[in-house]
């Protein structure tokens, strides 16, 4: 936009992208003649021009702002949907519509009547709530920015509303709404001049125009970002048009960014990127607004993870003089395996952390705070909150993109504090939940100025002038775009008045416009659009058949990011390894208790795949599974063995259990177990007073039942419980601890393990024991038989599975397992010696430093390990992964 | 060329005045006449949106409605076509054309005019223009994996286990049924959410069982019942029945008189033959136990046991006699046994109850999942589609709400309708409520029953014929009549495979239809192309099918075909992905390209594996197993050994603290390992730095690139890359600390991207994304596997024709109910059904040659099909074909001993020690952050925004007073000063709160100004004044816009810059606060001068603040 003409006029635009956009032009073409000041030019929106008009007559009403404008339709339509019981789904998105709805009704002097109105449910809805918010306007004693036209009319008619006569210049509007004719109808009788503002002369017989097509999305923006790249020079300007904004933006930041930018991927190196799109991203992704809204929003008890956060985060004072301490505080929090936070209990923190103990008092008085209030006073104690504890810039020296990102906070605590008139008072949680959608909604753009490369949504596009205009995503189904009337205006009376989107008519029409508004303001122009959308096929927009498609080659090929993916091939280096890592003696000394303490979870690994035993016992690995549920099947099985224990503990042996079955005694001495046992349970299910009960019947009966079937068997004392042992394998010694012993009539062992899960028997017999655990106690104790105990709810009549030296003495229920079957062994000595011999073996393989990567069952073994980022077993045998469902069945 | 077989029925479907459901085998051009039929109707539309096509799939849509547009453009273009039907089409589109500018459509540059979309996307349009009736609101984003929502909801569900209200006890007994197991329950809800999509039904609707409804399901178990018996009963001879009768009572009477429990002596009761009645259904079940043996095999043996002592010869034989009669007529013995399955037609109270505590269920799951939906603003495609439902249902006449809605159809055309679904079905009835015979509103439904797919979603391949039937009714009236049409050519596959598929399917189809259980007969095609030289379809068994020996004989095939026929495409089509049987390594490693769609999922691959550890790493020092994966991952490429070294002293220390005192460490390290470990720790040291200053998708994007990750992995693990940090950005970014967690499951979901850079790659998919697709060669492997089975469901319900069948689980640890039970096989008689449609669909996409692939389970009669396998399902027809030796077992190379060796010789790949990850260019503006920290006048205070809306409104009102003058200020009274500060204010959005406060002290700057003889002075009409003055120009080198409070030229000619500062020091000591406030604003000042002595001002210039608040003004030197 040249100067000339502009000093005494007043440029009036269509979007505050394009007022911003002109300034930025006007400065640099002024900056281009060599003049080093000049005189700012008055350039600003409709809107403001309006409201400032208003303004200057001092009046008595005031124009809501457009978050109070929507919050006051929210609340409306809450209200009165509360009265039909309905309830919706998304009630921003309507109380949007119905704001646009009450625009245009104004600016097209729409009559409200219920005759036209009654077309649906929808309008003749909406009819009321239009009533109720002029009524509401009327108590708050304001207007609707859009009753704006009306109001200025009528102030310089009569007199309240001087004008000044500069000439009036209107940029980026290619037809009028009739409010706005309107008035400049009236202020050009006024001796106002008026005019649209013709673009520059670009000489537009010269503006070269051209379409590409490319494969995919992603290759339509690589295109884009080649070309300018290619064709960029100092003091030119691009315009990156985007024909549907939300789908290429993602893609196009970042393939502009390695092209362009792409330092800016480092974040330590703090670039700026040379483009702006018109939209940045919501607040809420950045990491210092999202800690903050996060302790905003805490209970008294935070998760140690929230915890560990807060103390090493940045934003906060005291880093920098505790980080030693803060460390040790919390890996001692992680060793004790704390689970949540108690903020009430900071005092008990040690001495060298009072900045943090400072900090943490600060949010639990915040976390205490339950009034309600005004939602401007909670914007302030939000904010006070916060800074109290050193937010945002904690001890570090500010950064630009910290100031950014605070100012646009401001914007959302500003907006909040609006609302005390609209919603009244509010409960922290309202407010923080409103406080939350404004960051949302809030775009941050994470530079101050803007850039020689914008990126605009096409709708917005119109009235931007640039040297070179990229258009990405001109296809069929964008150019022209859908229509989308407004669903509470009836759509008859939207398109006898050509409401804007209203109908495929006013659509192309709009299209077009912008396109040849393109063809006469800039140099160049291109046309781009992908052929394929994901799978489907997407056709080039029908309006740019006159341009011709020119072949990519025309832009150079290589993308700067291929200089840092050069083939994999000629990079990547083979190593080879030792697959042994002996163990020293230095080692065995260190770990000797701790692997004596793994016992049969050792072996267990090893026989799994040696190299999970290595990650698990020498690299002293734990992979992390994320409980899904607060109380697991591991936590339900630990209830149940704990009851028994403690049952058998009192019963001693079989006879006592007949006795009191026999006295109908055996209920209540289950149930005082249970009550017993479940004092340990964890704190999380504390609260959950209904579920502990079930959980407690369920174990009264599945014991009940389950001891109700030993009752059956030959008699028995019982010899140890929770026994404990230590085994030695080849020099390796483990502790087994085993559930239960029972001295059977002939003096010899039978050794139980209660089992809540599946049972596989199987396991015990190949050669590497996939479960060695009581395999390993029949070693050492050479018990008369080893048997699960399957306490687990079925219909069927509790019982074992096992294998025994003579089933005879046993008198179970049921069969054994025929330990012949499986592994050809048909004496029980021969069967311990067997499994001696495998499990010192193992042992052996351990204590040899093997570290294999070899999965006992490569699907199910690699699914439940957990080290498979580090055993990177998927890039040699992606099978593993692949066939594990089959396996089943097969 | 001679006319086409199905010719007529093809001229027939364009008729524009008549409704028809045209059934279109495989290959049959049903997509050309479907746009033929658009075509014609766009020729009579009044405007085009009068017409609506639906289609199953977008891509459905995009294409058809590009070939209308392309018809369009051709006969724009005036060349007449040469084949026949190209000849048809293009006369069709030229008369739209005619219409087109007759009309002023613009057809052609408004696509979107033609309304050719997927239900899915209709049903949003309708919703779109019903906010209120649909229930949304606005239009939320759709969630494509609502998994994750529907698992809080289960979760949230859960938690009301301790409501003290009913949904508390409810939910409690549902956790006793489910062994009070939380995870359990979480699954059964997810799976009751997951197939919400049906709870529209009717039935569903009160969430209260009553007596009614019991008669209601149990009336309709009855029917069933009933009908089963009927069937048996008409094929009993009715002479057998009565011999049977008297021999049954016999056998009864005598087991009777013996001691032995058995349940046949009941027989002796037996008066009549059964009547085909549940009421009698004892009698049956006795009665099939009495012919059949346990195991469902006819008696071969009558003894005594079951009522036939060797005494009465005469009996036996009589009973010998029936039992070979019955062996005779086909069918029986099978029905008789499976009358042992039949359910007596009664809920038991357990069973009635947890029905309805299910049942009451849901509309609680409802509201929570609303509630879910809401709080992230976004839904699933089910609640659009019953939004749509209930937008279109609450209205009597739904037609004239679409005319309100600006879519009046005319013509609706539904494309692929045998997959259809209840829900869909019900919005077709819907939107042709009121429609008349003759009124010129026409349905055009399209599909071929044969290739009904998708019950997984619900389709109904039943409603089809339905439709044939009954044309569309509702409520008994027929509101749209529809005359079927058959088409029988196929233009697709050559001769022979038309020939093999009308031999295999005619044998294993079906003879006889059945709405309810979806059973079609096959009716065969007619090819129209010749038949090709060698056999049509081949047959491949192999042995093992815990080898590659499958996969690998694939591969070979493939090569051949590619190195025989390079032109001809390939597709490997499987029913389920783990079929594949790892077919994909095999040819990574044959390097044959190839294009997977959604087969692998992005969990599996390990440049996806390192870049979650690299994430989880980033996230958190204490992840010591993932900071051990990202020390070993190429980029690093640490050895296991200096892995060991590094760590294994230190089990509890974080992996970044070693690192970061190598002193203590390092140097135990081989050479090459420091070195990789220095290298690395620098990049760590400033991502770990600057971790928080940007989302963490980013962050770990600069991690990756900075360390070397894309020079780590290939083409495909680029784009891998790009999947995950895209869906990383969208789940992750601005979301906290729990959600890292979650997304490893998201990634179990998301499948690697099925980009290939070759131009005829191998195409692998299921068969169900092949549908409508073709092929040259089609290889369908994995035929002797079978699927895996689901596990139990909370409620089970199949739609039963236009009824509802539903039974409750079972208690765990109980066996299932009978009802359930007998649910269960309906499903699977279903679910066999569709099997062979699904082998039919896939073995349809092959123009010249099909191959098959399969193994068989040797068990105690010889081989066979392992049972529910697809091959099972065609093995009537295959049985003789079967090759007898393996063709392929010697040219199998079993690798995986080979295969085995390299996992245990530890080989891995990583960038060499002296790489260097090249810097990257500069920004193209030349620009280099200075990296030094501005300093920025900001302060992180925030304490309500009072201040600033009184400064904004003080500032209008100086600049108002020098406009005009101060007199008229000063005259002004009190009230009406307060009421322009207060309208300002507000407009400045001040909270109401404030207002009095913020008033009190605006009139007090105005008093102090008025009084103050240094602020009249500023206000005087001096020469060259303005107030808010807007100067440009270049500060440090960068144009920046700035606004000055006021300035003017004084008596002595000298320039005044005066910025107002309208704020209050409350504490003590002014003076300091002025000095500083002098130092704070210097520079800001000193700018204000530069630029006016650029604008040409030559005079002197002085700077000052004016504070109203202190009446203070100073003068900065
Ligand atoms: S994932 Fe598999 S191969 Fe890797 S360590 Fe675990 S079991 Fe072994």
Redesign the interface.
């Known amino acids: 936009m040249s100067v000339s003409g502009l000093e005494n006029a007043t440029v009036i635009t269509v979007s505050s992208q394009l007022a911003r956009w002109l300034?930025y032009s006007?400065?640099?073409s002024?900056?281009s003649t060599g003049?080093?000041?000049?005189?700012?030019p008055?350039i600003g929106t409709l809107e403001s021009w309006l409201?400032n008009l208003w303004?200057?007559s001092?009046?008595?009403?005031?124009?809501v702002?457009k978050?109070?404008s929507l919050k006051l339709w929210e609340t409306i339509i809450e209200n009165d949907l509360r009265l039909s019981d309905?309830?919706?789904?998304?009630?921003?998105?309507?109380?949007?519509?119905a704001a646009k709805a009450y625009e245009n009704i104004k600016l097209y002097s729409i009559p409200t009547e219920l005759d036209s109105f009654a077309?649906?449910?929808?309008s003749e809805?909406f009819l009321r709530w239009f009533k109720e918010y002029e009524e509401k306007l009327e108590d708050l004693?304001?207007i609707d920015p859009s009753e704006l036209f009306t109001y200025v009319y009528d102030g310089i008619e009569n007199g309240q509303i001087v004008l000044t006569k500069q000439p009036l210049i209107f940029s980026g509007f290619f037809e009028f709404n009739p409010a706005l004719k309107q008035l400049t109808e009236f202020l050009s009788d006024q001796g106002v001049s008026i005019s649209k503002s013709q673009p520059i002369e670009n000489n537009a017989s010269s503006s070269l125009a051209q379409t590409f097509e490319s494969k995919?999305i992603?290759e339509e923006c690589q295109l884009c970002a080649k070309y300018?790249?290619k064709n960029?020079k100092?003091g030119k300007t691009f315009g990156i048009v985007l024909c549907d904004y939300f789908k290429y933006k993602?893609?196009l930041s970042?393939e502009l960014t390695t092209e362009?930018?792409?330092?800016?991927?480092?974040?330590?190196?703090?670039?700026?990127?040379?483009f702006n799109f018109e939209s940045g991203?919501?607040l809420?992704?950045?990491?210092?607004?999202?800690?903050a809204l996060?302790i905003l929003s805490s209970e008294q008890n935070i998760s140690l993870?929230?915890f560990?956060?807060f103390l090493h985060?940045?934003?906060y004072t005291g880093l920098d003089k505790e980080q030693e301490f803060r460390?040790k505080i919390d890996?001692d929090f992680?060793?004790e395996k704390r689970l949540r936070i108690d903020l009430g209990k900071s005092d008990a923190f040690p001495p060298t952390l009072p900045v943090l103990k400072k900090n943490l008092k600060t949010w639990f008085l915040f976390v205490r705070d339950n009034e309600a209030r005004?939602?401007?006073?909670w914007?302030?104690i939000f904010?006070?909150t916060l800074?109290r504890m050193g937010?945002?810039?904690g001890d570090r020296?500010?950064?630009?993109?910290t100031?950014l990102i605070?100012?646009t906070w401001?914007e959302c605590?500003?907006?909040l504090?609006?609302?005390?008139?609209i919603l009244g008072l509010q409960t922290k949680q309202q407010a923080w939940t409103a406080l939350k959608r404004f960051a949302?909604n809030k775009s941050f753009q994470a530079q101050r100025?803007n850039?020689?490369i914008q990126i605009v949504d096409f709708t917005n596009s119109a009235g931007m002038q640039f040297d070179s205009v990229w258009t990405l995503g001109a296809n069929?189904?964008t150019l022209?775009?859908?229509?989308?009337?407004n669903?509470f205006i009836?759509?008859?009376i939207q398109k006898k008045l050509k409401l804007p989107h209203s109908s495929?008519?006013w659509?192309?029409e709009f299209t077009q416009n912008i396109l040849s508004q393109f063809r006469s303001q800039s140099k160049t122009i291109v046309f781009s659009y992908s052929l394929w959308d994901k799978?489907?096929?997407?056709?080039k927009s029908?309006?740019l058949d006159q341009y011709s498609d020119k072949a990519k080659s025309s832009i150079s090929s290589k993308l700067?990011?291929q200089?840092?993916?050069?083939k994999?091939e000629s990079?990547?280096?083979?190593?080879?390894?030792?697959?042994e890592?002996p163990i020293l003696e230095k080692?065995i000394s260190?770990k000797r208790k701790?692997w004596s303490r793994a016992g049969y979870r050792l072996i267990k690994n090893q026989s799994n795949c040696p190299f999970k035993a290595f990650a698990a016992h020498?690299?002293?690995?734990?992979?992390?599974s994320?409980p899904?549920?607060?109380?697991?099947?591991s936590e339900?099985g630990i209830l149940v063995h704990n009851a028994l224990e403690s049952v058998w503990n009192d019963l001693k042996n079989s006879s006592k259990l007949r006795d009191l079955i026999e006295n109908d005694q055996l209920s209540d001495l289950i149930k005082n177990k249970i009550d017993e046992v479940s004092e340990k349970i964890s704190i999380s299910l504390k609260?959950?007073?209904?579920?502990i009960d079930?959980?407690k019947k369920?174990v009264g009966l599945l014991i009940e039942k389950w001891l109700e079937a030993e009752d059956l068997r030959e008699s028995f004392e019982i010899y140890g419980l929770e026994h404990f042992e230590t085994v030695n394998l080849a020099g390796l010694e483990l502790n087994v601890r085993v559930d239960r012993i029972d001295l059977l009539n002939d003096g010899s062992q039978f050794i139980i393990d209660y089992k809540t899960g599946a049972v596989n028997t199987t396991d015990w017999f190949q050669e590497r024991i996939q479960e060695p655990q009581l395999p390993l106690y029949a070693v050492k104790l050479k018990p008369a038989g080893i048997a699960y105990a399957k306490v687990?709810?079925?219909?069927k009549a509790a019982n074992f599975s096992y294998v025994s030296k003579d089933p005879s003495n046993l008198q179970l229920p049921n069969a054994p397992t025929s330990f012949e079957k499986k592994t050809g062994i048909s004496e029980w000595e021969h069967l311990l010696n067997y499994w001696e011999a495998c499990l010192a073996s193992l042992a052996t393989n351990f204590l040899d430093g093997k570290?294999?990567?070899?999965p006992f069952r490569p699907g199910t073994t690699c699914k439940n390990c957990?080290?498979?980022?580090?055993c990177?077993?998927?890039?040699?045998?992606?099978?593993a992964?692949?066939?594990?469902?089959?396996n089943?069945?097969? | 060329m001679t006319a086409l077989p199905d010719a007529f029925q093809r001229q027939l479907a364009l008729d524009p005045s008549r409704s028809f459901i045209v059934q279109a085998p495989a290959g049959s051009g049903k997509t050309e006449l479907l746009i033929q039929r658009f075509l014609k109707l766009l020729g009579y539309a009044k405007y085009p949106e009068q017409i609506l096509a639906i289609t199953f799939t977008r891509k459905a849509a995009a294409e058809m409605k590009s070939r209308i547009l392309a018809a369009l453009e051709s006969a724009e273009s005036g060349k007449v076509p040469e084949s026949s039907h190209e000849q048809l089409t293009h006369s069709l589109a030229e008369k739209v054309l005619a219409q087109d500018r007759d009309k002023k459509w613009n057809l052609k540059e408004n696509g979107s005019r033609l309304r050719i979309q997927t239900i899915d996307s209709f049903c949003m349009g309708l919703i779109e223009q019903m906010p209120l009736l649909s229930n949304l609101g606005g239009t939320p984003a759709i969630d494509e994996d609502a998994s994750t929502l529907y698992k809080e909801t289960a979760i949230k569900c859960l938690e009301l286990a301790e409501s003290e209200k009913p949904v508390g006890e409810t939910i409690r007994k549902t956790l006793v049924r489910l062994d009070n197991s939380k995870r359990d329950f979480i699954n059964k809800i997810v799976g009751l959410l997951n197939k919400r999509s049906e709870w529209f039904l009717p039935f569903f609707e009160s969430a209260e069982l009553t007596q009614d409804d019991k008669n209601y399901l149990e009336g309709i178990l009855r029917k069933i019942i009933n009908a089963r018996l009927e069937s048996i009963n008409a094929i009993f001879p009715d002479n057998v029945k009565i011999k049977l009768t008297a021999l049954a009572s016999f056998a009864g009477k005598n087991l009777a008189s013996e001691s032995r429990e058995n349940e046949l002596k009941q027989l002796s009761e037996l008066k009549t033959f059964p009547s085909p009645d549940s009421t009698r259904l004892d009698n049956w079940k006795l009665l099939s136990q009495f012919i059949l043996t346990q195991k469902g095999e006819l008696r071969k043996n009558v003894t005594k046991t079951i009522g036939f002592p060797n005494t009465h010869k005469q009996e036996k034989k009589d009973f010998k006699d029936i039992l070979e009669t019955i062996y005779s007529i086909p069918n029986l013995t099978s029905s008789l046994f499976n009358i042992r399955s039949l359910p007596y037609p009664e809920f038991s109270e357990d069973e009635w109850d947890s029905l309805k505590s299910f049942i009451s269920l849901l509309p609680e799951l409802e509201n929570i999942l609303r509630q879910v939906f809401a709080d992230v603003g976004k839904t699933d495609f089910a609640e659009i589609s019953l939004s749509a439902l209930k937008a279109l249902g609450s209205e009597d006449d739904p037609s004239d709400l679409l005319l309100k809605a600006d879519m009046q159809l005319q013509h609706i055309l539904v494309d692929e309708f045998q997959d259809t679904s209840f829900k869909q079905f019900r919005l077709l009835t819907l939107l042709t409520s009121g429609w008349e015979k003759e009124d010129g509103r026409t349905c055009f439904l399209v599909g071929d029953p044969m290739q009904s797919i998708y019950r997984f979603r619900d389709a109904e391949v039943g409603l089809f014929i339905k439709a044939q039937k009954e044309g569309i009714k509702n409520e008994n009236v027929q509101q749209v009549h529809l005359e079927p049409l058959a088409l029988t050519t196929n233009f697709r596959s050559q001769a022979k495979i038309v020939d093999w598929t009308n031999q295999c399917f005619q044998q294993t189809f079906p003879n006889i239809e059945n709405i309810e259980l979806g059973s079609i007969p096959f009716t065969p095609s007619q090819a129209i192309l010749p038949a090709e030289d060698g056999p049509g379809a081949i047959i491949h068994s192999f042995t093992d099918p815990k080898s590659n020996e499958e996969a690998q004989s694939i591969v070979n095939l493939i090569q051949n075909i590619r190195t025989e026929d390079p032109e001809s495409t390939i597709a490997v089509l499987v029913r389920a992905r783990t079929h594949l049987s790892g077919l994909i390594p095999l040819l990574q490693k044959s390097e044959i390209p190839f294009s997977a769609e959604e087969i692998d999922t992005l969990d599996k691959r390990p440049a996806v594996l390192d870049l979650l550890s690299l994430t989880r790493a980033i996230h958190s020092i204490w992840d010591r197993l993932a900071w051990l994966s990202i020390l070993r991952a190429p980029w690093c490429g640490l050895s296991i050994n200096d892995l060991f070294l590094l760590c294994s002293e230190e089990p509890q220390t974080p992996i970044w603290d070693i690192l970061k005192s190598p002193d203590r460490f390092l140097f135990k390290l081989s050479n090459d390992g420091q070195e990789r470990v220095k290298r690395f720790s620098e990049i760590m040291e400033k991502i770990l730095d600057s971790k928080l200053e940007r989302p963490l998708s980013e962050i770990a994007e600069g991690a990756w690139i900075a360390l070397g990750g894309p020079s780590c992995v290939s083409q495909a693990g680029l784009r891998d890359a790009e999947t995950f940090f895209t869906k990383m950005k969208e789940k992750l970014d601005g979301k906290g600390t729990y959600p890292l967690r979650n997304f490893e499951k998201v990634l179990e979901r998301l499948f690697a991207s099925p980009e290939t850079d070759s131009d005829n790659p191998v195409h692998i998919m299921t068969i169900h994304k092949a549908k409508g697709l073709e092929f040259d060669h089609v290889l369908l492997p994995g035929l002797g596997r079978k699927k895996k089975t689901e596990s139990g469901r909370l409620l089970f319900w199949i739609p039963y024709g236009d009824d509802l069948l539903l039974a409750p689980l079972h208690e765990k640890g109980n066996s299932k109910l009978e009802i359930y039970q007998f649910l269960e096989s309906i499903d699977k008689e279903k679910e066999n059904l569709e099997i062979l449609r699904t082998l039919y669909v896939a073995t349809t996409r092959a123009k010249k040659r099909l191959h098959l692939f399969g193994h068989l389970q040797e068990n105690k009669d010889g081989k066979s099909p392992v049972a529910n396998s697809q091959l099972e399902k065609l093995w009537p027809f295959l049985e003789n074909q079967w090759p007898v030796e393996s063709e392929i077992t010697d040219e199998t190379v079993d690798t995986s001993d080979a295969e085995k060796e390299k996992i245990f010789k530890r080989q891995i790949r990583r960038l060499p020690n002296n790489y260097v990850v090249p810097e990257p260019q500069p920004n193209i503006l030349g620009e280099q952050s200075s990296g030094k920290k501005i300093s920025l006048p900001t302060e992180y205070i925030w304490a309500g925004n009072k201040a600033r809306c009184l400064g904004v409104t003080l500032h209008a009102i100086f600049q108002e007073i020098s406009k005009t003058d101060l007199h008229s200020w000063e005259n002004k009274s009190q009230s009406s000063l307060e009421k322009i500060l207060k309208t300002r204010l507000l407009s400045e959005g001040l909270p109401s709160s404030d207002l009095d406060s913020a008033i009190q002290v605006g009139i007090k700057a105005l008093k102090n100004i008025f009084q103050d003889p240094k602020a009249r002075w500023i206000f005087q009409n001096h020469k060259d004044h303005r107030s808010e003055y807007a100067v440009s120009g270049f500060i440090d080198n960068t144009p920046e816009n700035r606004i000055m409070d006021r300035t003017f030229i004084d008596e002595n000619n000298v320039r005044w810059i005066v910025d107002f500062k309208t704020g209050k020091h409350e504490g003590a000591n002014v003076e300091k606060f002025f000095e500083e406030e002098k130092k704070r604003y210097n520079n800001q000042l000193k700018a204000y001068e530069e630029l006016f002595k650029q604008l040409g001002e030559t005079r002197i210039i002085k700077k000052a603040l004016y504070y109203p608040m202190h009446q203070k003004f100073i003068e900065i030197v």
């Open positions: 300034l006007n400065n640099k002024l900056a003049k080093s000041a000049w005189e700012t008055n409201k303004d200057s001092w009046p008595s009403k005031y124009v702002s978050t109070q309905t309830n919706l789904l998304q009630l921003e998105g309507l109380a949007q519509s077309d649906s449910l929808e809805t004693d304001a995919s992603r300018i790249k960029y100092p993602e893609i970042k362009l930018s792409p330092r800016y991927t480092f974040p330590w190196l703090e670039e700026e990127t040379p991203s919501p809420t992704r950045e990491p210092i607004i999202q800690q996060s993870e929230t560990t956060e985060s940045p934003f460390r890996r992680h060793q005004p939602p401007s006073v914007a302030r904010s006070q800074r937010w945002p810039n020296e500010t950064n630009l993109r100031t605070y100012e401001i605590l500003d907006a504090a609006s609302l005390d008139h949302e100025k850039k020689p069929a189904d022209p775009a859908r229509s989308m009337p669903p009836p759509v008859k495929p008519e659509e192309l799978d489907i096929a997407v056709r029908p309006l700067s990011k200089d840092i993916q050069p994999t990079i990547l280096e083979s190593f080879e390894e030792s697959i890592i080692e260190a701790i020498r690299l002293d690995l734990d992979p992390i994320v899904e549920t607060d109380f697991e099947e339900r609260n959950q007073v209904h579920f079930l959980e369920r687990v709810k079925d219909n570290t294999e990567i070899d957990g080290f498979q980022s580090l990177r077993i998927a890039e040699t045998n992606l099978e992964f692949l066939e594990d469902e089959d089943e069945e097969l």
